[in-house]
């Protein structure tokens, strides 16, 4: 089966510019999560969708990040304006559907460098 | 609450054994254990989940115990392929709107 697809690899912009990722997860998957990665630590979960519905946003910084997952398919994940420690590698995982037995299917990521 | 895992990095022959801990200070519902290798994105491994049995295949396994809020991941006969990045993830519930919070890594690296 096809995995998680993102786009771009790669990313290089200035501070105080915008920047989207997007993400298309695996085929039938309801729940969709947006990680950020920075450098020598562990994924922290922005954004878990379940369908369209947002189910946690806790943690995205709010007045800079925003995501859609308009029609419950693929995702978008949007910077504005970037500031130097949003670089990291942001990740898109998908799961059949939201639970504690489920496992996630990673994306190889986007990396973003903000200079 | 993020989980702390130890060591942070291990260096080992090809063919030792390499145990891996992960541990929280809140009562935990599922264990999750991934591999990450540099510049790929996080592969699965397996789940423990509150009350279920220690799980394993092939030579990596691993043990979750309830009561110390404390999962350990056992590399059997490390093989080359084994180098990476491990990552716990930890729910405390079974709710679909629980978050998973991996732990910070710990790096491992097989020399032949």
């Known amino acids: 089966e096809a995995g998680v697809a993102q786009s771009p690899r790669y990313k290089i912009i200035e501070k105080r510019q915008s920047v989207a990722f997007w993400c298309n997860p695996i085929s039938g998957h309801a729940t969709l999560y947006w990680y950020q990665q920075i450098l020598g630590q562990g994924p922290k979960l922005l954004i878990q969708f379940q369908n369209n519905g947002v189910v946690d946003d806790s943690q995205l910084p709010k007045d800079r990040f925003s995501a859609e997952r308009l029609k419950g398919v693929d995702s978008t994940l949007k910077i504005q304006p970037a500031k130097l420690e949003d670089s990291a590698v942001y990740l898109c995982?998908?799961?059949?559907?939201?639970?504690?037995?489920?496992?996630?299917?990673f994306g190889s990521g986007t990396q973003l460098s903000v200079l | 609450q993020q989980p702390v895992q130890s060591p942070q990095a291990v260096i080992l022959r090809e063919g030792e054994d390499a145990v891996i801990n992960c541990s929280s200070s809140?009562?935990?519902?599922?264990v999750h254990w991934y591999r990450q290798k540099h510049g790929e994105a996080p592969v699965f491994l397996m789940i423990l989940l509150k009350g279920g049995e220690q799980k394993g295949h092939d030579k990596i396994s691993a043990s979750f115990n309830e009561k110390k809020q404390q999962s350990s991941l056992y590399l059997t006969a490390s093989q080359l392929s084994y180098s990476g990045t491990y990552f716990c993830g930890t729910e405390r519930s079974n709710f679909g709107n629980e978050k998973l919070t991996f732990g910070t890594g710990t790096r491992l690296t097989i020399i032949p």
């Open positions: 809140k009562a935990l519902y599922s």
């Open positions: 995982a998908s799961s059949l559907v939201a639970g504690a037995d489920e496992k996630l299917f």
